[in-house]
């Protein structure tokens, strides 16, 4: 069983910067290097979004429009973590942001996620 676990999210005024982190347990070790790592995220009243994918190494990425060039995903295998780094952020980022781990090669779509993290919630104020 997979646990992630996220962290980093909170109040922030439009324009600013945080970042998100999503550890997975120990017993993940094993498995965390092999697969593909995602964010998504829900804001109120709307269907969850896919934001960004990073690939096993790292050394792929695919974001989606509407945080392409102000978001930056990452990871550290050693650390069994992978982040979110959101600038610029503005009102319409408000969300909960989910992490999630996946076997296939860079997936955009919820349905190839097979694990996911409780979430955190960001607040951006304009």
């Known amino acids: 069983q997979v646990q992630l676990v996220e962290s980093g999210g909170g109040l922030v005024q439009a324009g600013g910067s945080l970042r998100l982190s999503c550890a997975a347990s120990?017993?993940?070790?094993?498995?965390?290097?092999?697969?593909?790592m995602g964010w998504f995220r829900q804001a109120p009243g709307k269907e969850q979004e896919f934001v960004a994918v990073?690939?096993?190494?790292?050394?792929?990425?695919l974001y989606a429009a509407s945080v392409k060039g102000r978001f930056i995903i990452s990871r550290d295998n050693a650390k069994n973590t992978v982040y979110l780094q959101m600038d610029s952020l503005k009102p319409e980022d408000t969300a909960v942001y989910y992490c999630?781990?996946?076997?296939?090669?860079?997936?955009?779509?919820?349905?190839?996620?097979?694990?996911w993290g409780q979430g955190t919630r960001v607040t951006v104020s304009s």
């Open positions: 990073i690939s096993r190494s790292g050394g792929s990425t």
């Open positions: 999630a781990v996946s076997s296939k090669v860079l997936p955009i779509t919820r349905d190839k996620y097979a694990y």
């Open positions: 120990e017993r993940t070790f094993s498995t965390f290097s092999s697969n593909s």
